[in-house]
């Protein structure tokens, strides 16, 4: 996992050595400035002409100097490593949440997915800074303060460093049997984020279900799973760190005592003395500084980890090496052949299925749910890989495309509704498909989805901020800015359309100014629109296919459909009898 982790913080290696080599000379002048008063001292007493003010004009210009290279060091590296490094492996883990296929995103919890990618990000960048601000200075000042202990007292040094091992043999101990708690409690934390995340979404049907108590139960338990985790950490934190600071304590009451031999009998003097046991303090004081670096490198190894495994893994679906776009003016023709395939879960949702669609025509798909109408439009994106047969588009195999150039000929509504963030604009949230739009393209693309009167009777019309995933909107009001969004994405390289029940919360009179506003879009187009009305496509498709659990169960127009009396007939019916019942109250209220 370390050549993962290096991986990820490569970019930043040459400002990594910069800094290592000023905390180098931050920690020289550290042990330096510590002997400077052992040798004032000893000037002072040699020459005593030199005023006291001198010394003191010395230290200051000392102190002024090493505390300005330390702010400057530490600018330094937040600057060019430690927020870099946070958006850069943040920016990192979206691209390659953003690059999976979707049935990896439905394998995994949104809310779960988001707090792995925190803890992670935050672990990584917490343990660069650790190694940065800790532990290079402490192994540094570990070695220039070995040195004037085994030139001034090389007796003692065995003392202090047999006390390190013990100290750090104990540290990695303790740690080895945190390690367990550790993962499970980081796993909880993970689900605790995805259930905090999850609940908000939903809070509403949850009020209204009456089911918060049990939420909040299911949550509160999972905290005390958390607590109890956390608790038998700090159990054996606190029975090691006993251990430890025993080892330390000894360590230096051992070289004190050594220490005042040597005063006694001559071979130290007073400031020598008392340079020696500041020195010793800061450096047995620093084995402390190792035991915490070492508790959160073990404490982020889970989440680390979590994050290390997420980047490593390889999208199912992906660019081939040799994989080229289509010519621009190829005519934007659609051919599944022969495809077939599931969702794994052992059922097949095709099989041997074959449709063409010719450039320029428009096709109506309707039939019963779950029959496959919405899987064809993952297909024809590549959102999944067909396991059987072949998808063309433009007249080559799916698989032959670079992915972003395939999406990038089609504009979409699908079931889902459209891209909406929060707190943004709503002419932003029309043009997220393309950015560059003008006002008045945004403006023509809400008239054609008939939304333009409903945001000009909004607070800031254009200007009014949309809440999370759109909810300030009506089902109706999403459904039509996701049109919009289609619509205005339309251009020369865009010529392929997909409507995935796109009117399916809009009243009859509304979907009919849609349908109307749409049709000289559709020119020179290919479009697909997948419709349970049968209104919805009887107006605009040149063919429309019924889907069936065996595949295709009859297709034609919609008057031959009719005709012919299957399941669109029954269908027509049902559905004009039903906008006839509909309708009669209204007349009555009228009338």
Not at 119 to 142: D, F
Not at 268 to 277: E, K, R
Not at 336 to 352: A, K, P, Q
Not at 448 to 461: F, G, N, S, T, Y
Request: some cysteine.
């Amino acid at each position: 996992m370390h050549r993962q982790v290096w991986q990820m913080v490569r970019p930043f290696g040459r400002e990594y050595r910069i800094f290592v080599a000023g905390v180098a000379l931050r920690q020289g002048l550290l042990v330096a400035g510590g002997f400077s008063l052992v040798w004032a001292l000893r000037l002072c007493t040699e020459h005593r002409e030199i005023p006291e003010w001198a010394f003191v004009a010395a230290f200051l210009l000392f102190d002024a100097g090493y505390l300005g290279f330390d702010l400057g060091l530490n600018r330094r590296f937040s600057s060019r490593i430690s927020f870099p490094l946070f958006g850069h492996l943040r920016g990192t883990a979206l691209a390659k949440v953003l690059r999976m296929p979707l049935e990896w995103h439905q394998r995994k919890s949104s809310g779960t997915l988001v707090g792995e990618v925190n803890n992670g990000v935050g672990k990584v960048t917490q343990t660069v800074e650790s190694l940065s601000r800790e532990l290079c200075p402490a192994l540094i000042q570990t070695g220039f303060s070995m040195v004037p202990l085994v030139m001034f007292t090389p007796r003692t040094t065995p003392a202090v460093l047999g006390a390190l091992g013990v100290f750090m043999w104990l540290t990695l101990k303790e740690n080895r049997r945190r390690r367990p708690h550790a993962r499970r409690r980081y796993q909880n934390y993970a689900r605790d984020f995805g259930l905090f995340a999850e609940s908000v979404e939903a809070v509403q049907p949850l009020v209204q279900y009456g089911q918060t108590g049990r939420v909040l139960g299911d949550y509160r338990a999972l905290q005390e799973d958390i607590v109890r985790e956390g608790l038998a950490e700090a159990r054996l934190a606190a029975r090691y760190g006993w251990w430890r600071n025993m080892v330390v304590s000894a360590a230096k009451r051992g070289c004190q005592g050594y220490w005042f031999w040597q005063y006694r009998e001559g071979t130290l003097d007073p400031a020598l003395l008392m340079y020696l046991n500041m020195l010793t303090e800061q450096l047995l004081a620093s084995f402390s500084g190792y035991a915490s670096l070492l508790e959160r490198l073990y404490d982020g190894l889970e989440p680390t980890r979590s994050l290390v495994r997420m980047l490593e893994e390889k999208p199912s679906i992906a660019d081939r090496p040799d994989a080229a776009p289509a010519p621009a003016e190829a005519p934007p023709g659609i051919r599944i052949d022969n495809v077939g395939f599931g969702y794994g879960n052992g059922r097949r949702v095709l099989d041997g299925f074959t449709l063409h669609v010719e450039p320029g025509k428009v096709l109506g798909i309707v039939g019963r749910s779950g029959c496959g109408k919405t899987t064809l439009h993952n297909l024809l994106s590549r959102m999944y890989d067909v396991e059987e047969g072949g998808v063309l588009v433009c007249g080559k195999d799916v698989r032959e495309w670079p992915l972003e150039e395939l999406r990038g000929r089609f504009a979409y509504v699908s079931q889902n509704g459209g891209i909406f963030f929060s707190g943004m604009r709503l002419v932003d949230a029309i043009r997220i498909t393309r950015p560059e739009a003008s006002f008045g393209e945004v403006v023509r693309a809400a008239e054609v989805a008939a939304i333009h009167d409903d945001i000009l009777r909004m607070p800031e019309q254009y200007g009014t901020r949309i809440g999370q995933g759109g909810l300030t909107l009506s089902k109706g009001q999403q459904q039509r800015v996701a049109l919009a969004q289609a619509v205005i994405a339309l251009d020369q390289r865009r010529r392929i359309l997909v409507l995935d029940e796109f009117t399916s919360a809009l009243d009859s009179e509304t979907e009919a100014r849609v349908l109307e506003n749409l049709e000289p879009y559709l020119e020179g187009r290919t479009a697909i629109i997948i419709a349970h009305r049968l209104s919805t496509v009887r107006k605009l498709a040149h063919r429309i296919v019924v889907f069936g659990p065996g595949g295709i169960l009859e297709q034609g127009t919609h008057a031959e459909l009719v005709r012919r009396g299957g399941w669109y007939a029954e269908m027509a019916r049902l559905q004009a009898t039903c906008e006839s019942e509909a309708a009669e109250p209204e007349l009555a209220i009228s009338a």
